[in-house]
């Protein structure tokens, strides 16, 4: 810990050129905040003063670091999380070409048999062509089956909806991206492109996400697209997107404003609780997935610009014995065994 402490005097304060580097804040702002919740038993002096002080410097440096208006700060976002954006689309876009798929044969089911067989006068060739095709449905649904292989069963999930698919992708990333994303979803709008459009964020979650200074460990965002099977497949209204919003665990170590004495054990547990979810839309209000694909292709990268997926290429057992030779080889000549010897006389 005293190194820790060591370091970040150098790096904060540089007595040669008289001059203080306020990219450590945060880093002060983070040392102080851990000491606080897990070394509490030190009873370290001036920590609690520099607490305070390095807070209030963070939540003004921090916010800063991505921009200090909101065309800064949407255009700082969008070269920060491009990549996790294009991601998401993708994602969003496959789950809703899925739920189509299987949405499909329900809405074709009022179709005679004839249109699906076609006629037994055509001839052989008709009937040569129909067999072909008959095998190619056969392979397509054997692909199915492999797609769909590891779904719950519904006897035993217990599911009341058991011809509902819950998809879920979980993207783990850092502090930077979540800061980004959020500026991404507040000020989309402000691009030239998009002049004209409502934000997809409500009125009072803006003012609510700009007075957050800080996005804690376990901070989250979630997007949850919900499907209307009573709406035709062609209407946006299909689908549409929920947004929420979580700071983490953005609870000061001092706070002790609880008197049944929860913060206290917390603190003894060296934990913080995680800030419940707060909603980015206002109730009843209906984001379709059309208009988020809108408002965020701008700022997202393309599909057709990520690499290709490489399955592994299993390794013959030729290369792993010569790669397995090659290294015993080196640290043959490596090992000091053939070294002070002295050479027999005759």
Partial sequence: MFARWKKLERDLYNERKDRFDITQIPDVYDSCKYDLLHNAHLNLDGLTQLFKVSQLLADGVIPNEYGINPKHKLEIGSKIARRLLGKILIDLRNTREEA?????PKSAGGRSTEALQGSNKEGIKDAR???STSEKSLDQDEDDDKETKYRLDPKY????TPELHVRTRLYFTSES???SLVNVLRYCNMDESLQGEDSIVCHNALE???KTRELDYMSYI???MFENTEVHLEDPKRFRIEMTFSRGADLSPLEDSNTDGEAALLRQEHTLPIMGPERLQEVGAYLTLEKMEKMLRPFAMPAEDFPPLQAPQPQSPYEYYSKTGSVLERWLHLWPFHRHTTPTSK
């Fill in 129 to 131: 062509r129909n067999s």
């Fill in 208 to 210: 609510r996400l700009f």
């Fill in 177 to 179: 991206h979540i800061h």
């Fill in 157 to 160: 999930a217990n599911v009341r």
């Fill in 222 to 224: 979630v997007l949850r």
């Fill in 100 to 104: 189509i798929t299987v949405a499909e």
